[in-house]
């Protein structure tokens, strides 16, 4: 694969990542921070945001959006898991609530 198609992909990606943030804002703007570790300010920078910006911090060469996983340790416990297949999702919330962000509240912890 050559380094202009990463590209590509990363700004697809980027731009797929944002409009998705600006719809989960909209749809339960609590529940949208928390999932995706932002504040009030940064929210509703987000939301103020219009296309072609959204396209222009699309097209860096970083990815936006993080893995949400802090350490090898909680992937593993998602992925080797040996509980009932039907309470994965839940396992797999509760260890990214557990990492270091904010609060259903929105306040960021220490």
Excluded: W
């Excluded at 992925?79 to 297949?85: I, K």
């Amino acid at each position: 694969m050559h380094h202009t198609d990463l590209l590509d992909e990363i700004e697809e990606l980027n731009l797929a990542y944002l409009l998705l943030a600006q719809r989960m804002l909209l749809a339960d703007r609590v529940a949208a921070m928390f999932r995706l570790k932002i504040d009030e300010e940064m929210a509703d920078l987000m939301l103020s945001l219009n296309s072609r910006q959204l396209a222009r911090l699309a097209r860096t060469n970083q990815l936006l959006c993080h893995f949400g996983y802090g350490s090898a340790e909680q992937l593993r416990c998602v992925v080797g898991n040996p509980r009932d297949q039907g309470q994965d999702r839940l396992h797999a919330s509760l260890l990214m609530a557990s990492a270091p962000g904010l609060s259903l509240a929105g306040v960021e912890e220490a």
